[in-house]
C-alpha cells in the first residue's frame, strides 16, 4: 500500500512538473512599446490583438504602437535606447549603428533555426554578423529602387535603354525625375559599371575601412552614363512621385511609393526595373542598392519579457503577418512561405522589385559621411563637357580623396598612446568595453602626455594583482611595449596611475595618493 | 543735366509721386512674396481631388474633408496639447516676469546688479546646448515622451525669470513718486504692484503674454526630443512635421495644410485683437523717463 501510495505520488508529482511546464513560464501580462512604419500601424495593432489572442503560451501584450518610420526609427533608438521602443522596425543599413549603440537582442537558438529556416537567404545574412549571431527578424524584401512611368507617354518597349528614355522625355516636354542628387540613387551607375563601394566593420559594427572602386576606368564609364541624364533639360533630380503631378513621366523610386504612384497615375501606371545605359556601344544595367527592412527586438532586464517579445516579433515576421502586409500596403514579403503565393508572385509591382534584385547590391552599413560625399558628383560633372575625360575624372579624384579622408586619423591621435589589456576585476570598467562584461583587449584607455615624453593615465585606476596590459601607439599593434616582449604585468593590488617614458619605452606603475 | 536740377525741372510733388509709385511696387512685391506661401497653404487646405502634392495652386475640387479628417487622426490631442502648454506657460511666465521686472525696477538690494548681469551673461549662452541635460532630467522626473506637456511646461517656465528686460525698461518709466505717494498711504508693496504699477503698464503686460503664448506655440526642436517619438505627448509641429516623412506625405499632405491653417488661427486672433498693446509694449520699453 505504502509503495503504491509511493509511485501515486511519485507520478502526481511528476505530472504536475508536465503541466508546470505546458503552462508556459511566459504568461502575463506585459505592458510594450511598438515602433512601426505609419501605413502599417493600425495593421499592426490588430496583429498584436491577435497574438493575445491566439498564442498558446498566455502571453498578452498590452501594446502602444506609435508610428515611426524606418528610417528615423534607428536614429531615435540611438539617442536614447532606454526610452526607445521594445521592437521596432528599421532598414537593413541602420543595423550596424544600432549593434554599435546595444539596440538590438540576439535572437535564442530556437528562434535563429526558425528564422534561418523560413526567411529568404539574403535577409537571413542580412541580420546575421560573423560570429554566425542573428540580431533581427526580416520584415520585408523590397528595398530597392526602380522605375514608376506614364504608359501615356512612354512607350513600353523604350523603358530598357536610358538614351530613349531621355529621348521620350524631352520630345513630350516632361521631366524623367531621377534623384541623383542622392548618393544612394547615383550609385547604381557605379555599381552598374561594375565599381564596389563597401563599407567594413568590425564584431561590433564599428565600421573600419572601405572597399570603395569609384575612381577608376569603370567610374569613368559610371560618369559618362551620367552625363546622358544630367545634361538633359528634362532631368529633375526628385524621388517624389507626386512629381507625377508636375509634369514628370518617369519617376525613380521604390515600393514604399508603389501604391501613391497607382493613385496617381490611374490607368497609366507603368512599372520597370532601371533601364541600361550605353558607353562606347556596350551597354550596363543600372545596379540599385537592395535593401529589407528588419524588426529588432531592444534588450531587456526582464529576460522573461524578453523571450515573450522575441516570440511577438517571430509572430509578426511570419507568414500570416507578412501577407497582411502585402495585402494592405504592398510590401514584398522576406518569409519564404509568403513569397511563393500566388499573389505575391504576380503582383507586378513585386515583380519588377525583383527583376531590379537580379541587377543590386546589398546594402549593409554606410559610414554616415558617404551620404554627403557622394551626393555632389551628379553636381560636379554636369558643368564639364562630356569628351573632358581629364575633368570627369577629376570628379572621381575628389570623390576619393574625400573617401580617404574619413578614415585618417589626425596626427595628434596617430602619435598618442594607450592601454590597452585585460579584464580587471577590482574595477569593470578598466580596459574593457564595459557594456559588455568581460571582453578584454578591446578598448584603449587614453594617456596624456606630460614633460620630457612621459605619458600617464588621466586618472588612478585600482588594480589587482596579475592584470597584464600593454602600452600601444595611435591605436595599433605596429608600435607597442609591455615588459621585454611580454605583457606588463601588476605585482601587487593597488591604485595607480600608468607611466609610461617614450624615451626609454619603459612602463611603470604610480601609486595614487 | 545734375540731378538736383532734374529734381527742380520736374518739381517737387512730381518727385514725391514717383518716389511713392515706387516704394508701393516694392513694398506690394514684397508682401506679394511674403503672402504667397500662406495664400497656397489656404489654398491647398481645401483641395480635396487628391492628397498628395501637385503642381498647381488653384484646387480642382473644394470641399472641407481635409479639415473634417484631421478629427479621426492625432492631431487634436496635439492641439490640446500646445494650447495647454501655451496657456500655461503664458500666465506662469507672465507673472513670473512681471514679479522680476518690478522687484528689480524698484527695490534696491545688495546683490541687484551682480545678478542683474549674472543673468545677462547667462541669456548668452544658446538655450539648445542644455537640451541632452534637460531630456536627461525630464525623463528621470518621468516627464517625457507621452508625459511631455507638463515637462515642457516646466523648461518653458523655468527660464522666464531671465525675459525681464523689456518690462523692467518700462516700469523704469514709470514716475517713482508715484510709488512713495501710494507708500506714504499705508500700501504694500505688492498693492503698489497691483493698484498703481499694473494699470499703467497694460500694454507690456500684454505683450509679454503674447510672447509667452508664441514661444510654445511654434517650438518644434525641444518638443520633439522631449516627446521622443510619443504620439500622445507631441504639440502640433512635431506632429505635423511627421506627415512630411516619406512613409506619410502623399497620404497627409493636403491635411498637412489644413492643420497648419488652424495652427495659425488662434496667433492670428490674439493679434488682431491685442495688436495695439503690442506696438505699444514693444516701443514703450525703450523710452527712458
Redesign the interface.
Known sequence: MKKLLAVVLTVAMLLSLVSFAAASSLAGEYEIKV?V???IKDLTEKQIERFNETNEDGIKFKA?V????E??AAT?MV??V????DIYCFAQDQFARLLTAKALAKLGVKAAETVTATTDEGAVKAVTTGDGTMWAYPLSADNDFFMFYDKSVIPDEDVDSLEKLVEDCEKAGKYFSFDLKNAWYNSCFFFGAGCKSEWLTDDDGTIISVDDTYNSDKGLIAVKGMKKIVDSDAWNSTS???AF???SAIVVSGI??SK?AQ??LGDNYGVADLPSYNVDGTDYHLTSYFGFKLMGVKPQEDKVKAAALHKLAQYLTGKDCSLDRFEAVGWGPANLEAQAEEAVKNDPTLKVVNEQREFSVIQSAIHGSWWDIGKVIAEEIQPIAADDVDGLKQVLQNYENKMAAVFTMSSAEKEAWTVIGMYNEADGFFFTDYSDGKETWTADLAMVKGDNGIWKTEQAWPMEAGVEFKVRQGKSWDVSYGNGGDNFKVEEAGTYYIVFDEAATTISLEKAE | MSETSMKRHMGLRASRAISNTLIYVLLIAISIIWLIPFFCIVLQSFRVE?T?????VIPKQWGFDNYVNLFSTDFPRWYVNTFITAVCTALLQTVIVLCMSYTLSRFRFKMRKPLMRFMLILGMFPGMLTMIIL?RVL?DLGL??ANATPGLILVYVASSGMGYYVSKGFFDTIPKSLDEAARVDGATRFQVLKKIILPLSKPIVIYTVLTAFMGPWGDFVFARYIS????AGMNVAVGLY?WL???????N?TMFCSGGVLVAVPVTLLFLFLQKYYVEGVTGGAVKG
Open positions: 515602433w512604419a505609419d501605413k502602444v506609435e508610428s515611426q518610420g528610417g528615423d531615435n539617442n536614447d532606454e526610452a526607445g521602443a517624389e512621385v507626386s503631378e508636375s509634369n514604399w511609393y501613391d493613385k496617381i | 487628391s498628395w502634392q501637385v503642381g498647381y531630456y525623463k517625457t515622451q521622443f517619438g510619443a504620439s511627421n516623412t516619406p512613409d506619410q506625405i502623399n497620404k499632405y
